[in-house]
């Protein structure tokens, strides 16, 4: 979840590597698509209240599981071409210097991948990581919807993610930086993957307050209503999800427009965390 103890990097007010992993489902006896949103506990530093999807901080363990991957190879599931051959040609950034190592294109997105698939069973319990072509679930049979839990811990997600034949597809949807005068700043970068069927989530009790499944125009809808708090990359990612009028054609075509800055929207958006 996107929070942070760094305060040296905060000093100097770089923005922090991220990814946000949007999980959609069909929405039932329609052609709509609905999307799953938290919302992060009010004791939090960063956005409390707000309404985001599942996300964090990329870490150095991201770093070691790319490594991983790239070394073993295993394959994507809906074209089973090689892992270091997928990066997508929107993601523009060459290299960069994260958590002190300098790490290339191919390095950094697949780390920015597993951030996504990490963040997202630490806070809802979904692993979307299986050496079968489904997607696996860990826990408890029997939750309701969404439920308020301590998980256990990661070494579970590490032992499967160490050792996987296939990774689950997740298109690669955009990029957000947050601008130089907010406090907190990231590098987001944005992922969508599918929802295992029938999931029941397992909300991490530290950082999630609650879980809704809504369609874009919902969203969209209790937002213009003052009832979700979102901060403007949200709005952005739902406005552009909004776009597409299946699931199918969000797949494979779904992109999030290029950043537009606007100064308004900046301070409001700042005047409102004050």
């Not at 696996?136 to 969404?146: F, I, K, P, T, Y």
């Amino acid at each position: 979840m996107l929070d942070t103890h760094d305060t040296h990097s905060q000093q100097v007010n770089q923005p922090k590597f991220s990814t946000t992993m949007i999980m959609v489902r069909p929405r039932q006896e329609s052609q709509k698509f609905e999307l799953l949103l938290v919302k992060r506990a009010k004791t939090l530093r960063v956005l409390p209240g707000f309404m985001v999807f599942p996300g964090g901080v990329i870490e150095q363990e991201d770093l070691l599981m790319a490594d991983v991957w790239l070394s073993q190879k295993p394959v994507i599931t809906f074209n089973s071409m090689a892992l270091d051959m997928q990066v997508p040609s929107d993601f523009e950034i060459e290299s960069s210097l994260v958590l002190g190592e300098h790490v290339d294109k191919t390095k950094l997105f697949w780390s920015l991948y597993a951030t996504g698939l990490r963040e997202l069973y630490e806070e809802t319990g979904v692993l979307l990581l299986s050496n079968m072509y489904n997607s696996a679930r860990v826990g408890q049979e029997g939750l309701a919807d969404e439920k308020l839990i301590d998980l256990p811990s990661l070494t579970t997600w590490r032992q499967v993610a160490r050792d996987l034949k296939y990774l689950p597809p997740a298109r690669y949807f955009g990029r957000r930086v947050t601008p130089s005068q907010v406090k907190y700043r990231f590098d987001t970068h944005y992922f969508i993957c599918t929802s295992p069927t029938n999931v029941q989530l397992q909300l991490s009790s530290d950082e999630i307050e609650s879980a809704v499944w809504a369609t874009p125009s919902e969203i969209l809808n209790e937002f213009e209503k003052d009832v979700y708090l979102m901060a403007p990359p949200t709005v952005d990612a739902v406005s552009a999800l909004n776009n597409y009028q299946t699931l199918d054609e969000l797949l494979a075509q779904g992109r999030m427009p290029l950043q537009v800055y606007d100064q308004k929207r900046v301070n409001d958006f700042i005047s409102r965390m004050s």
